[in-house]
């Protein structure tokens, strides 16, 4: 199996701690950073931010803007083997994972994973697409100001879990309830918390002190919620340590 950093919301500031730790998966002091913002439909803002953040840790950055370019199968397996790191963006889920299929871009990623030629992590809806299943309030109401939360399956299943981000939100408290559907555990992950997978070790990290993460799994007609236990993303000690779940 290959590298997978998930990192459940925050802001570029906040969440510096966990991509320097992207980046030291990475194994390349100075990475090529392959930026996919296509839940947030490529916003340019979001793409110049991102840009910036990444070059002040050393990274060289290239976007793959599916709203701007139609990408053919080979040119976009050209960028992911040119990179060291997959960023995915924040946004729409439903989006994201619909203009991906469209394009096979997937099944490129699946490809990746499977033979570990790269670090694949991202920050919402990019924390969300790599497991089975998830509940996000990411996805986008037409240009309007209000964000729904919606419950999105046939993901890409790398990590066969459900996962919510955001779940320090009030309202994303709806997860435990479709979780019960599913029949399978979930990770509900508040911002600036982490899920890092590096071959069969998983550890969960936190780029700020007060956030929290929690193991859920339905049993005996109800919800169980226990608090996994974070490392501080810049106190790993090496590349096996390991997150024991409750």
């Known amino acids: 199996m290959g590298r997978i950093v998930a990192i459940s919301g925050g802001t570029l500031e906040s969440t510096e701690l966990l991509n320097k730790h992207i980046i030291k998966l990475s194994k390349k002091s100075n990475p090529n950073v392959l930026f996919v913002p296509t839940a947030s439909k490529d916003d340019a803002g979001y793409i110049t931010s991102f840009t910036d953040a990444f070059n002040k840790l050393g990274a060289k950055v290239e976007t793959i803007a599916f709203s701007k370019k139609d990408y053919s199968e080979k040119e976009l397996q050209r960028l992911v083997d040119w990179a060291d790191v997959v960023y995915v963006g924040d946004g729409n889920i439903v989006w994201l994972i619909n203009t991906w299929k469209k394009h096979r871009f997937d099944e490129i990623l699946y490809r990746a994973f499977t033979s570990d030629s790269l670090v694949l992590s991202g920050i919402g809806a990019g924390c969300t697409c790599w497991f089975n299943c998830g509940y996000s309030n990411s996805h986008y109401n037409r240009g309007e100001s209000d964000w729904n939360y919606i419950w999105s399956d046939n993901l890409l299943?790398?990590?066969?879990?459900?996962?919510?981000?955001?779940?320090?939100?009030?309202?994303?408290?709806?997860?435990?309830?479709?979780?019960?559907?599913?029949?399978?555990?979930?990770?509900?992950?508040?911002?600036?918390?982490?899920?890092?997978?590096?071959?069969?070790?998983?550890?969960?990290?936190?780029?700020?002190?007060?956030?929290?993460?929690?193991?859920?799994?339905?049993?005996?007609?109800?919800?169980?919620?226990?608090?996994?236990?974070?490392?501080?993303?810049?106190?790993?000690?090496?590349?096996?340590?390991?997150?024991?779940?409750?």
């Open 157 to 246: 299943d790398l990590h066969h879990t459900a996962v919510c981000p955001h779940y320090n939100e009030a309202a994303i408290k709806g997860f435990d309830r479709h979780l019960v559907d599913t029949g399978l555990p979930g990770f509900a992950l508040e911002d600036n918390t982490a899920f890092t997978q590096n071959g069969d070790h998983s550890l969960f990290l936190k780029s700020v002190e007060n956030a929290h993460a929690y193991y859920l799994v339905y049993l005996a007609g109800e919800i169980s919620h226990k608090e996994i236990k974070l490392v501080r993303a810049d106190q790993v000690q090496d590349d096996n340590q390991v997150t024991e779940l409750p």
